[in-house]
């Protein structure tokens, strides 16, 4: 990703105070550490009539890849080689954004203590950007950039050069020239604008982002033509932040009209006096759905298979009709965890006796699983690729046999009613898979059949009548013929 900014100046008023402005000395080429790469600053040219710092950043691709949420694995068939074969290291998208204010970050704020009086007086600007993602062409670059005072060039970028009947790429050539803005205004449009023209972002949208788009919008975006677009856009078509930013810009064009301050017009409405009542974490009810299924098949020594940090088993704790509890995890940290959370060394010793902790593979059968009334799969099927399903399926089914299986697995169909869920992402980012109701329905079907159990299933959340409960759970009971074969085989 590589960004240029020029400005030209006089004796009186040499172009290389551009240095003193961004706070980077045009002798020096410097690096700086970013979250998603290295950042690069340097000055391709530095005299008193012409001055140009660049920005290039080199995207770390790997790091992207361990540090992202919310992508997941399986979102496309094509989604682990997406994560390296992309445009990112080329074209200017949020990272480019991230980077500038990461490193100019004095600069985008107008402070310059060395020459204050440059810092708000308006400078003749040339912002260079050889590879722009534009979604909505050039025409929507000059809707966007032009209100704010620049004078636009926005050249399509073919496909490929040696074969023009291919057409234009989404990828623009983008020069911004203006001489009536402040580099602060300059860099704070950049800021807002380049993810805005990518219509992605690249890094998780949270509630924070409201305060930083108004930040970087001040002066500018209340009375933008295209203020809705670049608030939707801006923050990823979240409509909860979208409805919450147009708000607070709505008051703030009003504050303007009005010459007053905005918390004078945002007193209207006393604060409410009681919280209105939280709705009931789809965690807390999937907890709530398996201890109920655990007391109606009258289990009482019962397996956490894949525990976590232990949520399931302090659930289970709480009721005496579990005389024993077992946690298992293949992660040691997961289980250093739960038993912090059980606060197992402070616990009594009459409490202590009813569990247990231990780390095992789910991929592999293993004798200590065998005995127990009833075992849980809470959220876990779907953190295991594909192919090492039916390894799962006989060290629980097959070796382990407890009469009663409880299994609750994400219903993708549901992603679309969560506002904060990009679309064609998976829930969590080490999610491999995420089922519809029937893909689930057939694999446990054909589960119960092949190891002589039944099987019936129960919605966990609210139940949308287009696409189902957020989480889906089967609940397998051995039928009442494996029990006796079971029973003659251990006579025998």
Request: some cysteine; aromatic content about 6%.
């Amino acid at each position: 990703m590589f960004l240029t900014i020029s400005t030209t100046g006089t004796p009186e008023r040499p172009a290389t105070d551009l240095g003193f402005l961004l706070h980077k000395h045009p002798e020096k080429a410097q690096a700086f550490s970013t979250s998603y790469g290295t950042a690069h600053v340097l000055y391709p040219e530095a005299d008193a009539e012409r001055c140009t710092a660049a920005l290039l950043l080199e995207v770390d691709a790997v790091a992207l890849v361990r540090r992202g949420k919310g992508k997941g694995r399986g979102g496309a068939p094509d989604a682990a080689l997406a994560q390296y074969v992309n445009d990112r290291p080329y074209a200017a998208s949020s990272l480019l954004a991230v980077a500038l204010s990461a490193v100019f970050s004095s600069a985008m704020r107008g402070v310059c203590n060395a020459r204050p009086e440059r810092a708000v007086q308006p400078l003749p600007l040339r912002i260079e950007i050889p590879a722009l993602p534009a979604r909505g062409g050039p025409d929507l670059v000059r809707r966007l950039f032009e209100p704010l005072g620049w004078a636009v060039t926005a050249d399509p970028v073919a496909l490929d050069s040696e074969f023009p009947e291919w057409g234009d790429s989404r990828y623009v050539r983008l020069v911004l020239e203006s001489e009536v803005l402040t580099l602060a205004a300059a860099l704070r449009h950049l800021y807002v604008l380049l993810p805005v023209l990518d219509d992605a972002k690249h890094y998780w949208v949270s509630s924070d982002e409201v305060d930083k788009l108004l930040r970087a919008g001040e002066g500018w975006l209340p009375g933008h033509p295209e203020q809705k677009l670049i608030t939707s856009r801006y923050l990823s078509r979240r409509w909860s932040l979208t409805r919450q930013a147009m708000e607070r810009l709505e008051l703030v064009r009003l504050a303007e009209a009005d010459d007053s301050e905005v918390e004078d017009l945002d007193n209207a409405v006393e604060a409410e006096t009681e919280e209105a009542e939280k709705p009931t974490p789809l965690a807390v009810q999937r907890r709530d759905a398996i201890v109920a299924a655990l007391r109606a098949s009258g289990a009482a020594r019962v397996l956490d298979l894949g525990c976590g940090q232990g949520q399931l088993v302090q659930a289970l704790l709480k009721d005496p009709r579990f005389t024993e509890i077992v946690g298992v995890d293949v992660s040691m940290r997961a289980l250093t965890i739960a038993s912090r959370r059980l606060k197992l060394d402070r616990m009594g010793e009459r409490q202590a006796s009813r569990v247990t902790l231990f780390q095992s593979s789910l991929a592999y059968t293993d004798n200590r699983l065998k005995g127990y009334d009833a075992a849980v799969l809470s959220e876990v099927i779907e953190h295991l690729d594909l192919p090492r399903l039916p390894a799962l399926e006989y060290a629980v089914f097959g070796a382990a046999r407890p009469r009663t299986v409880l299994v609750t697995t994400p219903n993708v169909e549901y992603n679309v009613r969560w506002e904060s869920l990009p679309a064609g992402h998976v829930r969590h980012g080490d999610h491999r898979f995420e089922w519809t109701r029937d893909e689930f329905r057939q694999w446990a079907g054909k589960v119960a059949e092949r190891h002589g159990y039944e099987v019936e299933f129960v919605s966990v959340g609210p139940d949308d009548p287009e696409v189902g409960p957020p989480t889906q759970m089967a609940v397998f009971s051995m039928s009442t013929a494996t029990i006796r074969t079971t029973k003659e085989e251990k006579a025998a």
